[in-house]
């Protein structure tokens, strides 16, 4: 009977008995699951065959009950079902159908729950699918549902962190929403979403966002067709990252994509997208410009364009008009912004289209406008403007405006619209016969066409003739349409006669005029009458056998035709009749028929300050709910006021979409400050103070205000307010970043009053280096005693709790020194004194009003110690109603098994997670990662409640440690974050059960510098657990005097970490190689404590460890040290001879034993060292997990030196056959350098090497061995030719195509008329100067041979025509000088070179900034789809396992850089469609460069690879140098980077100062003749008083300018300091000289600092005759200015002393 109820045809009963199965199933399983199993199979027939979206719901809804109900059932068959929901999901968005796909979205989260780990093949697919309905919904339902699918979708099968990782935008959208969210439970879903996906990494998330921004700042280059200028334009905004997901509508054919950003948002949720390219513009863009305005607008808009779904479709029509209003107000300034705007306004005209009446209206009449505007500049858009037009042309709503549109073309293409109105003329003729009033329109617009109606006249006319007549049996509203049409056809009939030849139409035109005189209305008459005027005038004497027909007729009616009388009488008289437009046929032109398109543009308007001051008064403001009217009220009202024409087009958009006036806010406010006057400005300005002071004032109004001044102070119209009161009022907004920038701005005027609040600021910034600095600043400079506190601020724990204890000896009852004291532990994580400190401090008497924050501590401590009775007892006394509160409370609730109130707590938590992440999102991500990370233990206490329940088996138990793992793996690697998320998961797994994230935690806290904290840990992992509960244990470090025993029964992997954090304690070092030797001895001996087993591959990791203490332990080596250090390292290969680290280790042992006896001369014990090095390295890079650079840089060392010997030989030729071919690909260059090597052997193995890597990799070898084989070195050039044509057999065209590719751009770097000017210049010093008459000849011969070998290019025979005359003239006297000695030969042959010369360089110096390949190398502009990858991008992909793209073509254009050696910026045009620009040097060997390249990326390595400085991320910004010759080359051009002289020059022309100000200043003091001769004292003083009249803050108002918020302007600053510092160090390790401000760059979206042109090295510079430098690296007065106010002592010094000990620490 129920399973006859289960086929009811009624859903309800059908649901109701599935959830009976269920439980019955429990009971009986045998019986009921057959049953349920056809049942379910059954619906998946429905879903995949059936019809009907009813049904489908329906059967997706049992689908989920049945998935709830019996999971184990469903499980073999998730595949089948998930991929049957997914193609419903997958189908087009239908009326009715966003039920069944919301249903389909929530029963695919079922199966997640059920499939596990087997959905993480579908993850891909699925994810943009609910992410869109997350994103773009038009109801709660829809958005809940998808809010749970995703949620289920990550905690099921473990996908955390990198969602956050692929989809860079989703973070900023889930916190936007938490942020907006008004429904409280819709924050506490967001929360959990937020808690599953885990808590990123700030720092990685930050690189992965300015990753996007590159991707997308490419994209929209590949949108836009052409570059974004280079020019120099500081950043005024973020360029936003998109995530782009397909639409539901389009996921079968993926036409439109949907981006997704966070930054702003409409009603319901929905976000919309930004315009990076319109980011990109805005970049440094000040008020001032008349662009400003119109981008900022055009900006917001796009973002509407770009999503027209959901609530926001409603919103296109107003926003269309609005861009429309921008564009006329910007006239053809708009041009620019056209390619950007059409795609999506087409693309709305799609979607919203049906739904929206008069859209389509709308956007055709725009259309028309931007044609009529902007004429000529759409013709790139007609092709597209002709498809639409033919799509929508049967539309009787769009065909009037299509046919205008047709008008506009018309006029923009002139001679070439024939062609165009081709396609249109059937439709045309089709809607003129229908004789409706559309065809009124067809004949105004025929009257337009004018003359490009002469190939269609045959067609027209006779159409125009049979339509001016009426037909009699039309009557009523049809007989008055064709009477409004006869006439217009008459009209346009008399405008074609004036302009075509209808003479051959005469006979039915005459016809039809007598019949209409006869029968026709009066205006008909009139019209007529008027028509066959111009027409017999037009016609002239051919005219006169039709007057004896008309002048009857005519005679007849009684009307004046004295016109026609005048015209017939000058036909009888035989005189021709001037040609003449009536008047009625004047004003038939585009301008009058379409007056609607050439409205006047929106002009400036009025601000009525009156007004304003009004609606910023702020005293009826006393409500949250005030507040927020009021500034609603100020930001529609300031749009209203605006003069912006572009502002002020925004307002209605704004009235019924309120975020659009938050979004103009700031360029509203500025636009009207300027127009008011002051009495306005002051009234406004206090209603700002009184706003700001008020003491009911929200926080998010207050943001609101504190970025208006900052947006303000960055126009440089700084509002006058109290710069105190900002500092306080950022405090107290958690805006840290703000803060920071007006304290510091403070601080320049009262800096002893604003040490504690930077100090302040920067500890709750994390900036604690910058912090020191100031300290070291204030007592320096300010004599400044140090407060206790302040210590605390710079995190130094160890000397603070020094500090406190000494002063608590002598005060015993201050508790605010015992709050220090548990401040201190509870940051050094020494829990067991802060546990006893607390117990101290609740037994005090005087405790009582300290109770609350002695209770944090003790809860803390209990945590971490698992003290839970002491937790227990101390959790109530902590503050209720906080997410901390109600934290602590649900891990008690936990630890007693009560998990209902347990989830309760969990619940609040996350309501006061949203809450606190509201007020600290005003900052950034960084700033609200504590929160963040407490929102995922708030997940992981819900997954501890499922680990203890009966909720998970095994399996799903494994899941959750993996899920664990994961997020781990991916948030910050803090000791903190580690340590609290460690400390709530050891509810469930013990750490000494499960030690490997506790160990792995451990190491951390070493790498942080804190050896007694982790050696805490570790002995915690080796301790037994009634120790740690009784109290016994103590937990302190033990010094030599007392070493902690290792425990027999221990984990080997925590003694052995153990053992590394005793090292890593200086006084510990020598008990800790002690130690480890035991217990390697042990290893040998094989007598290990009962029951302890050790790996091999620990073991192995234990002799290597032994060996490098041992030789850390011995300041030099002797022979001795060197026996046993080699003998451990054999032990770990004997232990793992698969270990790749052993066979290092043993190679470096070996080989500096061998450097060991080199240096001492002893050749029998060098011999004895040798192979093993050789053999050590060739194994150590053959097992190698990834690129091992140094080990096979020394290889190759050691095989050039001695590849001699035959032992060495034969271990390189088998070394060859294991290493891989790819690990030779990043030493190419060390290669091919010693492809002359004069050892035979060496070489052939060499030849060898690169003809197998040639058959491999032949791209990473085409441009190496080109240069080589046109080496001026014979050898070098053979073995180079060699190589080449052992690859032309399999990469024939390769190599021919890199061959004609590297000898374009050779000539195109250096043409003939710049070798010219060279060689002359340098010939002429070796003659006049120097008198080196054969060095001179030798230069000219070059040069001339060089011209007789024949031009091949435009250019060359051009040059040839103007100067081959007088350089072979002059040549001849050259020669003839060499023979006959006379100088008067010699002097002839120099006036012509000087000739020459003079012309050659007014030409360089006055058109010389762009080049066109079709004139200096046609063979390098007709390279297309080449086979050869893109230079210096194949090894970069192939990395990354990528394709990389291959040279589709070249710009045609080369811009020449306006430098001393006048570089090209040359552009390839890749096959992905990509524009990949290079810097194409001439005069300058590159191959140093390169090498330097090399050098930069094993720094990288070595900073990424050091404790400290990987906690700062330092590194250095590579790019590809590519030699083409000694002479020339390619370097990769670096995207959004402008040099420091260019953003200077920049900066400074827009301020109005001049270029050299500080030069100009130094001039005015002494003139530069005199300057020179003054004594080095003397120069000293000049240059001083230059820098006391100049700010030398250029750079550091460029960074801030260049910057949208605090927050970026902060990020590059730190980018900048730390970068500049690293590259000072290694600067001065290199030799680096020529550091001037045109080879230091600054990338404009991270601010980190970039070098080029790496020529002179060594210290080539100090050591130049002339103008030596004698500085080790630049740090001017501006550099040091730019970073925080305690200039080079903060962050710089702290850096440049972290690079240079990781340089002494690897300095072997």
């Not at 009811?8 to 439980?23: A, C, T, V």
């Not at 109290?1031 to 007392?1042: D, E």
Request: hydrophobic share 40%; proline share 5%; net charge neutral.
């Amino acid at each position: 009977m129920l399973f006859l109820l289960s086929t009811d045809s009624y859903n309800p009963i059908q649901e109701l008995m599935i959830k009976l199965f269920g439980r019955l199933a429990i009971l009986n399983p045998a019986y009921v699951y057959p049953a349920l199993r056809q049942n379910m199979l059954d619906m998946i027939k429905v879903l995949q065959m059936g019809s009907g979206e009813m049904f489908h719901e329906s059967a997706v809804r049992r689908f989920g009950l049945l998935i709830r109900a019996l999971p184990p059932l469903v499980k073999p068959y998730s595949h089948s079902i998930v991929k049957t929901l997914m193609t419903r999901v997958k189908e087009p968005e239908t009326l009715g159908s966003s039920r069944l796909k919301s249903a389909c979205i929530e029963a695919l989260g079922n199966v997640s729950v059920v499939a596990g780990e087997d959905m993480r093949q579908y993850i891909d697919e699925l994810l943009p699918i609910v992410l869109h309905n997350f994103q773009d919904q038009h109801s709660s339902h829809t958005k809940f549902v998808a809010l749970g699918t995703l949620d289920k979708l990550f905690s099921r099968t473990g996908y955390v962190i990198d969602p956050l990782i692929k989809y860079p935008k989703l973070l900023d959208m889930i916190l936007s929403k938490v942020k907006r969210a008004t429904n409280p439970s819709l924050q506490v879903k967001l929360v959990k979403l937020l808690g599953t996906i885990g808590a990123i990494d700030p720092h990685r998330y930050k690189m992965l966002q300015l990753a996007q921004m590159e991707i997308d700042a490419l994209e929209q280059k590949k949108v836009a067709g052409s570059s974004i200028d280079d020019s120099v334009v500081p950043d005024a905004s973020h360029s936003l990252s998109v995530l782009s997901s397909s639409h539901p509508n389009n996921l079968a054919n993926k036409k439109q994509p949907v981006q997704l950003d966070s930054t702003f948002e409409a009603p319901g949720g929905v976000e919309l997208t930004s315009d990076s390219y319109f980011k990109e513009l805005l970049r440094g863009m000040s008020p001032q410009s008349p662009d400003f305005y119109p981008l900022v607008a055009l900006e917001l808009l796009m973002r509407f364009l770009k999503n027209p779904y959901g609530s926001l479709a409603n919103l296109q029509m107003p926003v269309i008009q609005a861009v429309m209003t921008i564009f006329k107000s910007m006239g053809l300034g708009c041009v620019h912004y056209l390619k950007h705007f059409l795609p999506p306004i087409i693309h709305v005209m799609e979607v919203c289209g049906p739904s929206l009446p008069g859209l389509r209206e709308l956007i055709f009449r725009q259309l028309c406008i931007i044609v009529s505007i902007l004429q000529h500049f759409t013709r790139d858009y007609l092709d597209e403007f002709a498809n639409l037009m033919e799509e929508y042309w049967s539309d009787d709503n769009l065909v009037e405006q299509i046919l205008v549109l047709l008008e506009e073309v018309c006029i923009v293409l002139g001679d070439e619209f024939p062609s165009f109105l081709a396609r249109f003329m059937p439709k045309i003729l089709a809607l003129l016969a229908r004789r409706t009033s559309h065809s009124l329109r067809v004949c105004k617009s025929f009257r337009i066409f004018g003359t490009h109606l002469d190939a269609h006249l045959n067609l027209v006319v006779p159409l125009l003739i049979d339509i001016s007549v009426v037909p009699a049996s039309m009557y009523g509203a049809e007989a008055e349409v064709a009477k409004d049409l006869s006439h217009q056809a008459l009209i346009t009939l008399g405008r074609m006669s004036y302009l075509h030849d209808l003479s051959r139409y005469a006979v039915p035109l005459f016809h039809t005029f007598v019949s209409l005189f006869a029968g026709g209305p009066s205006r008909t008459v009139n019209i007529t009458l008027e028509v066959a005027s111009q027409f017999l005038a037009n016609l002239g004497p051919r005219s006169a056998i039709f007057l004896p027909m008309i002048r009857p007729a005519v005679a007849k009616i009684q009307f004046d035709s004295s016109h026609l009388s005048a015209i017939r009488r000058q036909i009888l008289a035989g005189e021709v009749p001037s040609p003449e437009v009536p008047k009625i046929h004047k004003l038939s032109s585009s301008q009058m028929e379409n007056s609607e398109l050439n409205a006047s543009h929106p002009q400036a308007g009025k601000t009525n300050g009156l007004v304003l001051s009004v609606v910023w008064d702020t005293a009826r403001c006393f409500t949250d709910d005030d507040w927020a009217e009021w500034i609603r009220r100020i930001s529609i009202t300031m749009l209203q006021e605006s003069p912006s024409p572009s502002l002020r087009c925004c307002t209605s958009l704004a009235m019924s979409h309120y975020p659009v006036a938050k979004e103009l806010f700031n360029a509203a406010f500025v636009s009207c400050w300027e127009t008011l006057n002051v009495d306005i400005l002051e009234k406004i300005v206090a209603s700002l103070e009184n706003a700001l002071s008020s003491t009911t004032i929200t926080v998010d109004i207050l943001h609101v205000l504190l970025n208006l001044a900052e947006f303000m102070e960055r126009s440089e119209r700084a509002l006058p307010l109290n710069i105190a009161n900002l500092g306080r009022l950022a405090l107290k907004c958690f805006a840290y970043a703000k803060a920071l920038h007006v304290k510091e701005v403070e601080f320049k005027t009262n800096p002893l009053g604003t040490v504690d609040d930077l100090l302040t600021i920067y500890d709750h910034l994390g900036e604690h280096e910058s912090a020191r600095g100031l300290l070291q600043f204030a007592k320096r400079n300010l004599k400044m005693e140090m407060n206790l506190v302040w210590y605390e601020k710079l995190q130094q724990w160890t000397h603070v709790i020094k500090l406190y204890e000494e002063k608590q000896a002598n005060d015993k009852e201050n508790f605010e020194l015992l709050l220090g004291r548990m401040r201190c532990l509870s940051h050094l994580g020494n829990w067991v004194e802060l546990s006893q400190l607390t117990e101290h401090a609740t037994s005090m008497p005087s405790h009582a009003p300290y109770k609350q924050q002695i209770a944090d501590f003790t809860v803390e401590a209990a945590l971490n110690l698992g003290r839970w009775e002491v937790f227990r007892a101390a959790v109530p006394l902590v503050e209720a109603g906080t997410l901390r509160g109600a934290f602590y409370r649900a891990i008690d609730a936990i630890r007693g098994a009560e998990y209902e109130v347990a989830s309760k707590q969990i619940h609040d938590a996350r309501a006061f997670a949203a809450t606190d992440l509201n007020t600290l999102l005003g900052g950034s991500y960084d700033r609200a990662y504590p929160v963040v990370v407490k929102i995922q233990q708030l997940s992981e206490l819900e997954e501890i409640i499922a680990y203890k329940t009966n909720q998970a088996d095994d399996e799903r138990k494994r899941l959750i440690e993996k899920l664990w793992t994961r997020r781990l793996q991916g948030v910050k690697r803090s000791v903190d974050v580690w340590q609290s998320i460690l400390a709530v998961r050891a509810l469930v797994l013990d750490p000494r059960v499960e030690p490997a994230m506790w160990i792995k935690f451990a190491n951390l806290v070493r790498h942080n510098l804190r050896p007694r904290r982790s050696a805490a840990i570790l002995k915690i992992l080796m301790t037994d657990p009634s120790e740690i509960e009784s109290g016994a244990f103590s937990g302190k470090f033990s010094t030599r005097s007392g070493v902690f025993l290792l425990p027999p029964r221990a984990n080997p992997l925590v003694k052995y970490t153990y053992l590394k954090t005793l090292w890593a304690h200086q006084d510990s070092r020598l008990e800790a190689f002690n130690q480890l030797s035991v217990w390697v001895t042990q290893f040998k001996a094989k007598s290990l404590n009962k029951g302890e087993v050790v790996a091999p591959d620990l073991q192995a990791r234990c002799h290597v460890k032994l060996a490098q203490w041992q030789l850390s332990l011995h300041d030099e080596l002797d022979q001795k040290v060197i026996g046993n250090v080699i003998e451990h390292c054999q032990a770990a290969l004997d232990a793992n001879s698969e270990w790749h680290s052993a066979w290092h280790f043993w190679a470096i042992v070996n080989y500096q034993a061998l450097n060991y006896h080199v240096n001492n001369g002893d050749s029998p014990h060098m011999t004895r060292h040798l192979l093993p090095a050789v053999t050590g390295f060739i194994r150590s890079i053959a097992l190698a997990p990834s690129e091992n650079l140094q080990d096979t840089l020394r290889l190759l060392t050691l095989w050039f030196t001695y590849g001699f010997r035959k032992e060495i030989e034969t271990a390189v030729k088998e070394g060859h056959d294991i290493i891989n071919l790819d690990t030779w690909l990043a030493v190419i260059p060390q290669i091919t350098a010693r492809l002359n090597i004069p050892i035979r052997a060496v070489r052939a193995g060499i030849l060898s090497l690169l003809t197998n890597v040639g058959k491999k990799h032949p791209q990473s070898l085409v441009f190496p061995l080109t240069v080589a084989s046109n080496s001026e070195i014979p050898l070098r050039a053979q073995v180079g030719k060699e190589v080449l044509d052992s690859m032309r057999q399999d990469s024939g065209r390769l190599i021919s195509e890199a061959t004609v590719v590297s000898e374009e751009l050779i000539r195109v770097a250096i043409l003939w008329k710049e070798k010219w000017f060279k060689g002359l210049e340098e010939a002429s010093k070796l003659y006049h100067l120097e008198k080196k008459v054969d060095a001179m000849m030798t230069v000219l011969k070059d040069l001339n041979d060089m011209v007789h070998k024949g031009p091949e290019t435009q250019h060359e025979k051009a040059f040839l025509k103007a100067f081959g005359r007088d350089l072979e003239k002059a040549w001849d006297c050259c020669q003839q000088y060499m023979k006959t000695k006379k100088d008067s030969t010699m002097n002839l042959a120099w006036d012509l070179y000087a000739h020459v010369f003079r012309i050659i360089k007014k030409h360089l110096e006055q058109d010389f900034d762009k080049l066109h390949l079709s004139t200096i190398s046609h063979n390098l502009l007709a390279q297309h789809s080449l086979a050869l990858n893109i230079p210096g991008r194949y090894h970069r992909f192939y990395r990354h396992n990528k394709i990389c793209p291959t040279i589709h073509s070249f710009a045609p254009v080369v811009k020449v850089i306006p430098s001393k050696q006048q570089p090209r910026k040359i552009v390839i045009i890749g096959s992905d469609g990509n524009e990949y620009p290079f810097l194409l040097k001439g005069h300058e060997d590159l191959r140093q460069d390169e090498r330097v390249m090399q050098l930069f990326r094993l720094v990288n390595k070595l900073l990424d690879k050091d404790d400290i400085t990987s906690k700062h991320h330092l590194t250095i910004q590579r790019f590809s140098a590519i030699p083409l010759s000694p002479w020339s080359g390619l370097i990769e051009w670096l995207p959004n980077s402008d040099t420091i002289h260019e953003l200077l020059k920049f900066y400074r022309k827009t301020h109005k100062i001049p270029l050299e100000a500080e030069s100009t200043y130094m001039q005015r003091y002494c003139a530069s003749k005199e300057y020179y001769k003054l004594a080095v004292i003397q120069k000293l003083e000049v240059f001083e008083y230059g820098l006391k009249n100049t700010p030398g803050d250029d750079l550091e108002k460029i960074l801030w300018l260049n910057s949208s918020s605090s927050e970026q302007w902060l990020d590059k600053r730190t980018n900048y300091t730390r970068s500049h510092a690293v590259m000072c160090m290694v600067g001065y390790i290199l030799g680096l000289g020529d550091r001037h401000p045109n080879n230091l760059m600054i990338n404009r979206n991270s601010g980190m600092v970039i070098h080029i042109d790496f020529g002179d090295c060594f210290e080539v510079a100090m050591t130049r005759e002339k103008f030596a430098e004698k500085v080790p690296f630049r740090l001017t007065r501006m550099l040091s200015k730019s970073m925080e106010v305690a200039g080079i002592d903060g962050v710089f010094r702290a850096t440049c002393e972290g690079v240079i000990r990781v340089f002494r620490d690897n300095r072997r």
